[in-house]
């Protein structure tokens, strides 16, 4: 979160306040979203339902804990300071780790140089299958501090949670070997505190490029929970997207409204460019920010020594929804191909095809199966048996000739594809 310049907004007047938004008193009663058209939302379905609470249900508290203990100690993560610059280079490395990891050659890992700052901002891309040119954003920033706190700027709220949400993501996707059809990109940003100074700088050559970025989303302060509902939808119609935002809502009602997974919302404002999706939509780009809370129950914490992972009780349960709606928001707007050439490591599994019948087996397996997915190479569903044994046959009568993909999912949350060929 960037800090708004109150002082300086003293001495430089209007001009200062105009720039950061300024009051905005016409729209700060009613929530603007509910005025745009909806068809809009055309663009963004929501229809990876099996793919999206197989990954939801992976996420670990403790991971996130960890990355956010991580970041907070190294002091400070001021983009001029030697620690700050090391933090940056670090993330691209973990980063890189966790892509080796799962050996996913197709992922790069780049640092985007600042001509400003030796602080890097890191570029995490999956390449998308099908349409690589068509990009998702999910981002945040990773240094801390500001000009009146450099040395002693823990950040762990503002913004290591919200790198740890990036990776905790990064790996829930990693681990369920997402493979997009669009292309995914994280990023770091450098030297958010001082301005938006790297996501700016990213913006612009992506605007320079006319690269097709579909949308971003910012990921900045996840783990303190000021009000009584989880998120607060950032809908300053100045530098958030509406159709964003109501995709947003979208997902948050399929997947969140009730279940194992219950997550709440409201909507909330900065009034000003508070953090980096204004960037974006400054180049003309559709951002959206979910906040921690409503703006006015910001952690008191933040820009301060105090802003640590012991004064949020050593807790990161709040970060934990962030993920989930930042899984939701990647594979419902990238899509996944679940189309693997390389066989899922799944020993167990016999899967041959004999006369137009899908006979399968799974043995050394104690979980019953929870449903069974057929899905051609266009990625579209063509078949779903639910609570299938494990061991059966399925008629692909009438089914065109080609390539297959059967998904057994079991009670336990395993799951396991298979690659056939239909003649
Ligand atoms: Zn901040």
């Not at 640590?308 to 970060?319: E, I, K, L, P």
């Not at 016999?350 to 190479?377: A, E, G, M």
């Amino acid at each position: 979160m960037k800090k708004f310049l109150f002082p300086l907004i003293l001495l430089f007047g209007s001009l200062l306040w105009a720039q950061n938004g300024g009051p905005n008193i016409q729209n700060s009663t009613e929530p603007n979203i509910v005025h745009q058209p909806l068809s809009l939302l055309s663009d963004f379905t929501i229809d990876q339902d099996d793919f999206v609470n197989q990954c939801i249900a992976m996420v670990e508290e403790n991971n996130i804990a960890n990355t956010i203990i991580t970041l907070e100690n190294y002091g400070t993560r001021f983009h001029s300071k030697p620690s700050g610059v090391q933090a940056s280079h670090d993330i691209k490395d973990w980063w890189q780790d966790l892509a080796d990891t799962y050996e996913r050659n197709d992922i790069t890992v780049e640092a985007f140089n600042h001509s400003f700052s030796n602080q890097i901002s890191v570029i995490l891309t999956i390449p998308g299958n099908e349409s690589p040119d068509e990009i998702v954003i999910i981002g945040g920033h990773l240094d801390s501090g500001d000009f009146w706190l450099q040395d002693n700027a823990p950040g762990a709220d503002d913004n290591a949670s919200g790198i740890a949400t990036l990776t905790e993501t990064l790996r829930v996707l990693l681990a369920n070997d997402f493979q997009p059809k669009k292309t995914v990109q994280i990023m770091a940003y450098a030297a958010e505190e001082i301005g938006l100074n790297g996501s700016a700088d990213i913006a612009q050559t992506y605007k320079n490029q006319s690269k097709n970025v579909l949308g971003v989303l910012q990921f900045d302060l996840t783990n303190y929970k000021g009000s009584d509902f989880d998120i607060a939808l950032n809908n300053d119609a100045q530098y958030t997207s509406s159709e964003l935002n109501l995709f947003l809502i979208d997902l948050l009602e399929h997947y969140n409204a009730s279940g194992e997974h219950p997550i709440s919302y409201d909507f909330s404002k900065c009034n000003y460019a508070c953090s980096d999706h204004a960037s974006w939509a400054q180049k003309g780009y559709k951002a959206a920010f979910p906040m921690e809370s409503a703006f006015e129950d910001a952690n008191p914490n933040i820009h301060t020594p105090n802003d640590t992972f012991a004064a949020m009780n050593n807790d990161a349960s709040h970060s934990v929804k962030f993920v989930k709606l930042a899984l939701e928001f990647v594979i419902e707007t990238a899509k996944t191909i679940q189309l693997n050439t390389t066989e899922v490591n799944a020993p167990q599994l016999q899967v041959t095809v004999n006369q137009n019948k899908l006979l399968y087996k799974i043995d050394h397996f104690d979980s019953p199966l929870k449903s069974i997915v057929l899905i051609d190479t266009n990625g579209k569903r063509v078949l779903l048996t639910e609570q299938p044994d494990n061991q059966g046959e399925i008629s692909m009568t009438g089914f065109p000739a080609g390539a297959y993909i059967a998904v057994f999912k079991a009670e336990n949350g395993k799951s396991f594809s298979k690659k056939f060929l239909l003649r």
